[in-house]
């Protein structure tokens, strides 16, 4: 793996605005591992990111896509009315509700063409031959698993590792099939339960993710058999996010709960609980499409500083994360991790 001889920590690719050059940039240089996030930007956007972050570090980082969900003929009118509603507060119209495949295919090309130390999916599964293709280029290929059959999938295609997520993960899950019948939209898998089950059946290294945000957690996942650890939420307060003020505001409170809802993107995810998600607990499955719904509605309610109609995404332990530099950070949990380490081995 390109993290052998680095500190074994990875900072999660979060889409829309969350990972920024400066972020990843700043974690990579401290001796992890920055990301990028590619979905949800356009083509010339994700290139300039790119160049924004080599000219910032010349050490490795990853850039992650969201690999095209299937596409469901869903009526969203009734749900189209309902995000009218909230979105008439702020002064703007709901989005459109056509599916698109967020420029993967083009993306793809791009990051081969770039040669990207680490390519990651999350939402299923890349072709074989694209996998091969990255492999030429002389990138790595991570694949994002949420249960040990999905881990056999990846490991067919040729990944080189799997990011395994446990249910207390923030953000959008990375089941390939989302079941509407299901509230995660597959099986709810704590991460130790996770890789426990992953090591059982793939022979691939595997970054743990979900819920971690202390030194202390880094070392847990890491004595459970992961070859690394990738957080998320601790990174969001970092000074180089781009994180909403709102957002910052509220996981500082600390005091909303968190729950997984389709509400915001059609698609389960988990973030702080809010009137919006509270109100509409039934929205349809339905990713790409209320993803481009809610959009107008979520970024008028960020701009107007209104917690209770944006996506709050954050995983179970929000009210951990400390606000300080993203190299300090990496520091802090390099330590905390040597820490825990050193006193359970006392204890054996």
């Known amino acids: 793996m390109i993290l052998s001889g680095r500190f074994p920590l990875v900072a999660a690719p979060m889409a829309g605005g969350l990972s920024t050059p400066e972020l990843a940039a700043a974690v990579s240089e401290a001796g992890a591992l920055g990301y990028l996030a590619g979905a949800l930007t356009g083509e010339e956007a994700l290139a300039e990111q790119i160049a924004r972050t080599r000219s910032l570090t010349a050490e490795p980082f990853g850039v992650n896509l969201f690999v095209p969900s299937e596409r469901r003929d869903v009526d969203l009118e009734d749900y189209r009315g309902r995000v009218a509603e909230t979105a008439g507060r702020y002064g703007v119209e709901p ?112 970054i743990a993710a979900g819920g971690l945000v202390h030194g202390a957690d880094v070392a847990a996942v890491l004595t ?62 339905a990713y790409p499409q209320v993803n481009n719904l809610t959009k107008p509605m979520r970024a008028a309610a960020g701009k107007a500083g209104d917690a209770e109609a944006v996506s709050l995404w954050a995983g179970q332990s929000y009210a951990s994360a400390r606000p300080m530099p993203a190299a300090d950070l990496v520091d802090l949990l390099r330590r905390e991790a040597a820490d825990a380490l050193r006193a359970v081995a006392g204890r054996l």
């Open 95 to 206: 989005g459109s509700s056509d599916w698109d495949d967020d420029s993967y295919p083009a993306k793809v090309e791009l990051l081969i063409a770039q040669r990207i130390p680490v390519v990651s999916f999350t939402f299923g599964l890349p072709e074989a031959a694209t996998v091969e293709r990255l492999h030429a280029a002389g990138s790595e290929v991570v694949i994002t698993v949420t249960t040990a059959d999905e881990a056999r999938q990846a490991a067919r295609v040729g990944a080189d590792a799997v990011c395994v997520q446990g249910m207390e993960a923030g953000g959008h899950r990375g089941v390939f099939h989302d079941d509407p019948g299901q509230i995660g939209g597959g099986p709810l898998l704590g991460l130790l339960p996770a890789i426990r089950s992953v090591r059982e059946a793939v022979d691939l290294p595997i």
């Open 224 to 285: 459970a058999g992961a070859s690394a650890a990738q957080l998320g939420t601790a990174f969001l307060v970092c000074d180089e996010a781009g994180t909403q003020q709102v957002q910052r505001a509220e996981m500082a409170d600390g005091q909303r709960q968190t729950d997984i809802t389709r509400a915001y993107s059609g698609r389960p995810a988990r973030g702080l609980v809010n009137r919006f998600m509270l109100d509409n607990q039934d929205a349809p499955a």
